[in-house]
């Protein structure tokens, strides 16, 4: 499993409401939109829930956060 980690911390950071955390001092974060669409968003997301890559509970939450975005 470990070897699984960085991959399913990248995707969900990217699947994430289409978004990359990037790291910043204080224990903060930054956020960049990676310029997806919310139908492609979506897609992604149930791809990676899927596959198991991420939980229901992980899908579920990210799913609520883009249909709720602004576009």
């Known amino acids: 499993m470990k070897q699984r980690i960085p991959v399913i911390a990248t995707l969900v950071t ?10 910043c001092g204080g224990g903060g974060a930054e956020v960049k939109t990676t310029g ?3 139908g ?4 992604d997301l149930d791809k990676a829930y899927k596959e198991g890559i991420i ?5 579920n939450k990210a799913k609520k956060e883009i249909l709720q975005r602004k576009y």
């Open 40 to 43: 492609q968003e979506l897609l």
């Open 55 to 59: 939980t229901e509970s992980q899908y």
């Open 36 to 38: 997806k669409t919310q």
């Open 14 to 23: 990217t699947l994430f409401l289409g978004t990359q955390l990037v790291a």
